[in-house]
C-alpha cells in the first residue's frame, strides 16, 4: 500500500470508480482534524489504529466513512468470546468436500471438484482484504476486547510483516499485495489489551461529544433539510440530554445513536413535534426507552 490514499474526513471528494465493495452511501460522520491525523499516520505507517471510548460515541463508524471517502473496499469483522485469529482469515469445509467425494463415486453431478481443494475454502472479512490486487482495504474489528486474552497477539502474526497467511488445508499461502487500513475498536469490557498489541498499534481516545454545538453539527450531519427541523426543539432535546450525562449516577450513559434515536421520535414519532418546553429539567423524559438500557437507569427517570 502507498501513501497515495489519505483521509480527509470530507465525503465529497469520493472517487469516481470507487470497488465494488465500498460502501454505497456516504456517513454522517464528524471527524475533528485530530483524528484525520491518527487514521493518516495508521495508512503511513501500516499499522492498526486502535480506538477507545465509551459505547456511543462513534468508534464503530469510523471506518466505513474511511471506506467511502476513499472508495476503497469494507469488510467489517465483529469479535465474539469465542473469536478465534483466523475465524475472519479463512474457513474450510472438508464436510462438503467429503459429500462431493461421495457424490462422485455414485456419479451424482457437482458443480466441485473434490481433487480441487481450494474450492473448499471461503474467506472471511481479514482474509479478502488479503487477496485484493488492485487495491487495499478498509477493516473494521469491532469491539476485540470481547475475544479471549490472547487473540490480540495471535492476529499481531497476520497484521504484521510479512503480511500473509497459510491455509493449512490447501497448502496456499496468502501473501497481501495492499496491506489493509485496519482499525480496531475496543471499550476495555476485559481491562488493558496485551502490551506487545498495544505497542504495535496506533492508539485514539475518541471523547463523547458532550457540548451543545458538537451535538448540534452531528444534527446537522444527519439531517440534510436543517432548516425544516424545530429548532426550538432541537434546542432543548440537547440541552436535556447533556443534563442527563452531566447529572451523573448512571450505570449506561446514552450514547449519540441514542440521542439521534431520540430526537427522531421527538420530531416525528406523534401527529405533531414534541412539545419544546416540555422538555425542561423539572418534566418528565419522554421516550425514555430511548435513552435508557439498564433497570436502574430506566427507573431513576421514571418521573420527573
Not at 51 to 73: D, F, I, N, S
Not at 153 to 178: C, M, S, Y
Request: with cysteine; net charge negative; charged share 25%.
Amino acid at each position: 500500500m502507498t501513501t497515495a490514499y489519505r483521509f480527509e474526513g470530507k465525503p465529497a471528494r469520493r472517487p469516481f470508480h470507487a470497488h465494488p465493495d465500498s460502501p454505497t452511501q456516504p456517513e454522517p460522520y464528524l471527524v475533528n482534524p485530530e483524528l484525520v491525523k491518527a487514521v493518516n499516520l495508521a495508512i503511513y505507517l501500516k499499522r492498526p489504529l486502535l480506538l477507545e471510548g465509551e459505547a456511543g460515541c462513534g468508534k464503530t463508524r469510523l471506518a466505513p466513512a474511511v471506506a467511502y471517502e476513499l472508495g476503497l473496499p469494507f469488510y467489517r469483522w465483529d469479535i465474539r468470546s469465542t473469536s478465534k485469529a483466523q475465524d475472519e482469515l479463512y474457513e474450510y469445509d472438508a464436510i462438503l468436500r467429503l459429500h462431493d467425494v461421495q457424490a462422485q463415486k455414485l456419479e451424482a453431478a457437482s458443480t466441485r471438484d473434490p481433487r480441487k481443494s481450494e474450492e473448499y475454502r471461503t474467506f472471511g472479512a481479514l482474509g479478502n482484504a488479503f487477496t485484493l490486487k488492485d487495491c487495499p482495504a478498509v477493516v473494521l474489528i469491532d469491539e476485540i476486547d470481547k475475544a479471549d486474552i490472547d487473540f490480540p497477539n495471535d492476529l499481531l502474526a497476520v497484521l504484521d510483516e510479512p503480511w500473509q497467511f497459510t491455509i493449512r488445508e490447501t497448502g496456499e499461502t496468502i501473501k497481501a499485495a495492499h496491506q489493509p487500513i485496519v482499525i480496531i475498536s475496543s471499550n476495555k469490557e476485559k481491562g488493558n489489551l496485551p502490551a506487545p498489541f498495544l505497542r504495535r498499534c496506533l492508539y485514539y481516545f475518541m471523547e463523547f461529544p458532550d457540548d451543545p454545538q458538537q451535538l448540534q453539527t452531528i444534527v446537522a450531519a444527519h439531517y440534510e433539510a436543517q432548516e425544516t427541523l424545530p429548532k426550538d426543539l432541537i434546542d432543548a432535546a440537547i440541552d436535556r440530554f447533556l443534563l442527563v450525562r452531566r447529572e451523573g449516577e448512571l450505570f449506561k450513559k446514552p450514547g449519540t445513536s441514542e440521542f439521534l434515536d431520540w430526537l427522531k421520535a421527538l420530531m416525528n414519532f406523534e401527529a405533531q413535534p414534541y412539545p419544546a418546553d416540555a422538555l425542561a429539567p423539572d418534566q418528565p423524559i419522554p421516550h425514555r426507552e430511548l435513552l435508557f438500557k439498564l433497570r436502574a437507569d430506566w427507573q431513576k427517570y421514571a418521573t420527573a
